[in-house]
């Protein structure tokens, strides 16, 4: 878990992950460290690939979107290569307006794809999913969707980070 990384760093990268916005002034004074530091450790990171995007999270409800969905496809033997089929993807979505955030390949529960997307209400939701099924070069053998109601008050977490930066701040103290 983040070998090679010190641990100034990782706390650094944390609190990025958890506020991105945040000064280096501002991360150096939490951290206890010079804004020198800071701003070094911060273009390591950019110049290294450990940071790929400044960005935010937001309220999707607000923005419209009341469902969340997993999407699992499971593609028939012999099918062409899922990344050239996602790039297929995307230049559809491009045209058409795919409330995609991720489709990958991966392996699982016996589906070899994955979907997960955004959307106004249920029916918007069918129209992608049908999309998805006859999307030619696709050649779906099986879909099956997982999906969240955004407006439900009782969700266990939230889309973060700030979790996930804990975490391996924690994993860096139980490891040593």
């Not at 496809?73 to 058409?96: C, P, Q, T, W």
């Not at 307006?97 to 994955?114: E, I, K, L, R």
Request: charge should be positive; aromatic fraction near 10%; hydrophobic fraction near 40%.
């Amino acid at each position: 878990m983040a070998k090679g990384i010190r641990e100034i760093e990782l706390k650094v990268l944390s609190e990025l992950m958890k506020n991105s916005r945040v000064s280096d002034r501002e991360l150096a004074k939490r951290l206890g460290v010079s804004q020198p530091t800071v701003s070094r450790i911060r273009n390591k990171f950019e110049k290294e690939g450990y940071i790929k995007e400044y960005t935010y999270i937001p309220d999707f409800v607000k923005l419209g979107y009341n469902l969340m969905a997993l999407t699992f496809i499971k593609r028939s033997e012999g099918s062409r290569d899922v990344s050239s089929l996602f790039k297929e993807a995307d230049k559809y979505a491009a045209k058409m307006g795919f409330d995609t955030v991720m489709a990958v390949s991966g392996m699982g529960c016996g589906y070899d794809a994955v979907v997960f997307s955004f959307h106004e209400n249920y029916s918007a939701f069918l129209d992608r999913l049908r999309e998805i099924k006859q999307f030619p070069s696709i050649d779906v053998e099986h879909v099956e969707s997982f999906i969240v109601d955004l407006t439900d008050k009782g969700l266990y977490r939230e889309l973060t980070f700030s979790t996930l930066a804990d975490h391996m701040l924690m994993l860096r103290k139980t490891s040593r």
